[in-house]
């Protein structure tokens, strides 16, 4: 047996496509991200001030220290003044109370600035997300979606958090100490910035080579959640094909490819933690083979050397500091890039100003649409008609025709490449998505449920619904039957996607949310396929009360669902092949006339579960049956 899982996830490189688009053609330039990083820095400016100046009320106390061995070596002890040791002990520890205090007030000021910084921005990328059109969802996997709203905002902690605030006051006590050794003894201290000099140079080639690994990780972590998503999600057909080993090696291979990169990253990091500990024992030694004849050779005193030492430590750390931070920094720019290529992604909104929409009375006409998902394979071809407000409109055709991609333009899913679709006569690009979609009621093929109550989800379509109007359309759908059974009826939690019901319950509960929602223009895509025939046949009268008035667009593969339709468009191949009411379109003996036949046959001739496509190969003869009524139904 051939072991396609693993190939296939080795084949989807990381980063290799988000949403349709390669890597190379999203790519963001650091100065976008810096953009980004400047406006957040705007936002949570008065915080970041209040919070740097915290930071140098720290760092100045910090100062205390290393100025303290002078005081108690030359004056407390070399000069026998006793009475200066709990004075230098009081300062001590006055500066250390001040940093204790000032650092856990910058915890908790800057925290929460980072945390509402990242609130900020996940609140952004949903919007903009939950507003990229229908296509970007059909190539992009839930976990990659899951990552970059949540993931990626977490390396912004490190950019409005302690990290700006470490990063600037580092510098300045750098400065500080600098200045201060300067004065103590600029022979000695232009050594040392020798050493400092190439460990200035190392972090700037560290963090060059860090940041693309860091943008990497984001992607690969990515791509592993989104393949363990679906296989939890598909826990089910894993199991019942034994797929479990698959499985396991896609996810190990996801894993180690994890691993391999985040060992990359640490490897760096260590690098710069070992050349760091290099560059200060390297100073230490200068000091000594310095320092220590400067000291007997009395042009400098011990007390002297003592805060020199300490200055030196003061000038390191924040340095050996910059190297933490600055690894944060870079995986919060990287962040910020994975980031911006969502945000730059053009939305269904985009594209100008659209019109707001009146009174909606449910006209639509197709002119001359074509559309393609990939270009040169065109899946409709030059579609045109009429659907009047209230008719019903049924497509038929076999699998592939195109019914449920012009269902996907009706409902503005998806844009036409040439043509127009008219809306009460105004052309639908020109319209406000929100106001046309508030009139849409919908029965998909494949019907989703929240992990909520009953109630909640039929209440979906309206959320401000009365407990009496949704038992009303419940009654309706004939949902009241299988609810009022549980324990908690209405309150009873139907599972993720409504697992802990079955597939004709489910069914039901999405015609009730389209009843709900009172549309102008309802479509149904096989909106009984889940129905045994006892079920189907109950709710043929809602489905005639909900279609009452209203244009409706009904996708059904049994040909005797559809036979009161107002008008019927035969699909083959992207075109309408024909068109007319059942009893003309029967009449003229062509491809729907192969459709109705060979559906009837296969009805009354064998068991078939409700829902089965039966697509059959054009022939010349016609069963013996065609002329025997068929059973009225939508």
């Not at 929460?112 to 952004?124: E, G, H, L, S, Y």
């Not at 919908?442 to 909520?452: A, I, K």
């Not at 324990?487 to 009873?492: K, V, W």
């Amino acid at each position: 047996m051939l072991d396609h899982g693993p190939s296939r996830f080795a084949e989807r490189r990381p980063g290799a496509r988000l949403g349709g688009m390669s890597a190379s053609a999203t790519r963001v330039r650091f100065s976008q991200a810096w953009r980004d990083a400047r406006e957040l820095v705007r936002q949570h400016r008065n915080r970041l001030i209040v919070g740097f100046a915290l930071m140098l009320v720290n760092r100045a106390a910090g100062f205390v220290l290393p100025a303290a061995p002078k005081f108690v070596i030359d004056d407390a002890i070399g000069r026998h003044r006793p009475e200066l040791l709990p004075v230098i002990a009081l300062a001590l520890g006055v500066a250390t109370l001040i940093q204790a205090g000032t650092s856990f007030v910058l915890s908790q000021l800057l925290g929460v600035a980072a945390q509402r910084a990242i609130t900020d921005i996940r609140r952004k990328v949903m919007a903009h997300v939950t507003r990229l059109p229908v296509r970007y969802f059909d190539s992009t996997q839930t976990g990659v979606l899951i990552s970059r709203i949540m993931t990626d905002a977490e390396g912004v902690r490190n950019l409005v958090g302690t990290g700006l605030v470490q990063l600037a006051s580092s510098l300045v006590t750098a400065a500080v100490a600098l200045v201060w050794l300067f004065a103590i003894s600029w022979q000695l201290t232009l050594l040392n910035l020798v050493f400092l000099a190439v460990f200035g140079a190392g972090m700037t080639f560290a963090f060059g080579t860090l940041r693309p690994l860091f943008r990497e990780r984001g992607r690969i972590n990515a791509d592993v959640t989104g393949r363990l998503g679906e296989t939890l999600g598909g826990v089910r057909v894993v199991k019942a094909y034994t797929a479990e080993r698959r499985e396991q090696l896609v996810f190990a291979r996801g894993a180690h490819r994890l691993f391999r990169n985040i060992a990359r990253t640490m490897t760096g990091v260590s690098a710069i933690g070992a050349v760091s500990g290099v560059i200060a024992g390297g100073i230490g030694i200068l000091m000594i083979l310095v320092g220590g004849p400067a000291i007997l050779g009395g042009r400098m005193s011990l007390g002297t050397f003592g805060t020199y030492v300490a200055l030196t430590g003061m000038l390191a750390a924040p340095l050996i500091q910059l190297a933490s931070i600055g690894t944060q920094m870079s995986e919060a720019f990287a962040g910020l890039d994975r980031i911006r290529e969502v945000l730059g992604m053009p939305t269904e909104r985009d594209g100008g100003v659209r019109g707001a929409i009146g009174v909606l009375r449910g006209d639509i006409a197709f002119e001359h649409v074509s559309f393609e998902y990939a270009a040169g394979e065109p899946v409709l071809k030059n579609v045109s008609f009429s659907a009047p407000a209230g008719a019903t409109t049924a497509l038929v055709g076999s699998s592939g025709s195109g019914k449920s991609t012009l269902i996907s333009l009706v409902m503005a899913f998806n844009q036409p490449q040439s043509g127009r679709i008219l809306v009460d006569g105004s052309d639908l690009a020109g319209l406000r998505l929100e106001d046309y979609r508030t009139r849409l009621g919908v029965v998909l093929q494949e019907n989703f449920l929240f992990d909520g109550t009953i109630a909640e989800n039929i209440a979906f379509s309206r959320p401000n619904a009365t407990p009496d109007e949704i038992r009303a359309v419940a009654r309706i759908a004939h949902c009241d039957e299988f609810a009022d059974r549980f324990p908690r009826g209405f309150d009873t939690v139907v599972g993720e996607r409504g697992i802990r019901l079955s597939g004709g319950q489910r069914q039901r509960i999405a015609i009730a949310r389209a009843i709900l929602a009172d549309p102008r223009i309802l479509i149904l895509d096989e909106a009984t396929s889940s129905l045994d025939s006892e079920s189907e046949q109950m709710i043929q009268d809602g489905l005639r009360r909900l279609r009452h008035g209203r244009t409706t667009f009904v996708i059904a593969h049994r040909l005797s669902t559809i036979r009161s339709a107002d008008q019927i468009l035969v699909l083959e191949g992207g075109e309408i092949v024909e068109r007319g009411t059942h009893d003309e379109l029967f009449a003229k003996g062509g491809r729907y006339r192969q459709l109705h036949d060979k559906q009837y046959q296969l009805e009354f001739d064998r068991f078939i579960n409700p829902g089965e496509d039966f697509t059959p190969e054009p022939s010349g003869h016609e069963p013996a049956v065609a002329g025997t009524p068929m059973p009225e139904a939508l």
